[in-house]
């Protein structure tokens, strides 16, 4: 209890952020890199002091990746679950160049390996092939580059700390290359097969298809996950103190 307590107060001191975490000073793009790394693949379970939640499995109901009008194919998840975040490493942090807060900060990263995974429903025209269907899937996606920018805004509070207002995520991923299965095609296994080994054969028409609404949910995670945590920590103290 007592422990506790002085955790507390470490933990208030230090704004809230675990001890083993390096502070970083403005403009060290290198050490807010790592760091960055370092929560993600120490903390993939999250951190609540912070507001991190767990980034080794983050599940969604109903995204819709895919629509008719622009793409012939009908594509959504009624449930989705993104598994790989916590092996991602940062390869650089532009914009916290300064004392004063950036208006845009831009985050490169690598993720060898992400699974998504959940209960899909298509309908439409995929490589020329009327599809339709709904059960499980699988999505991999190998070796996957993101760049994200991010718009900020400085919010002052009562606490005299200056924090910041993300309004809006921004994110572009490339992949060396995905592997799909989507279970139940037609109702069909033989017919499912057949599909799924054709789309994989031509993954990267596929990928063109899936990129702009794989993106889009991209740019909800991330901005989710800075969210939650630009609220619980102040941009001050994410500085060394
Ligand atoms: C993350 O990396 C670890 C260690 O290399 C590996 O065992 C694990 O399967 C990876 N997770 C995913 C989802 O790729």
Redesign the pocket.
Request: aromatic share 0%; net charge neutral; proline share 11%.
């Given at each position: 209890m007592r422990f506790t307590i002085f955790m507390g107060c470490l933990a208030l001191v230090w704004g809230q952020l675990p001890p083993d975490i390096e502070k970083c000073q403005a403009g060290d793009a290198i050490c807010i890199a790592k760091t960055i790394t370092h929560i993600l693949q120490s903390y993939s379970k999250g951190i609540p002091a912070i507001g991190l939640d767990a980034v080794?499995a983050i599940s969604f109901e109903n995204v819709i990746v895919s629509r008719k009008e622009s793409s012939k194919l009908d594509l959504m998840f009624h449930t989705l679950t993104v598994?790989?975040f916590?092996?991602t490493t940062v390869l650089d942090a532009k914009g916290f160049d300064g004392d004063s807060m950036p208006r845009v900060f831009e985050l490169s990263a690598f993720t060898?390996?992400?699974?998504l995974e959940g209960e899909y429903e298509t309908q439409g025209i995929l490589l020329t092939m009327p599809i339709q269907g709904r059960g499980q899937a699988l999505v991999e996606l190998k070796d996957c580059q993101f760049r994200c920018k991010v718009r900020v805004v400085e919010e002052h509070r009562l606490d005299g700390k200056r924090y910041m207002e993300i309004p809006k995520v921004k994110c572009l991923v490339d992949v060396q290359s995905m592997h799909i299965n989507f279970e139940n095609l037609f109702n069909n296994k033989q017919l499912s097969d057949t599909v799924n080994e054709l789309a994989n054969n031509n993954w990267l028409e596929i990928w063109k298809t899936l990129r702009k609404g794989i993106n889009s949910a991209l740019d909800q995670v991330a901005g989710t996950i800075l969210r939650r945590v630009a609220n619980k920590v102040s941009y001050d103290d994410f500085y060394q103190l």
């Open positions: 080794d598994r790989g916590e092996n060898p390996l992400l699974r």
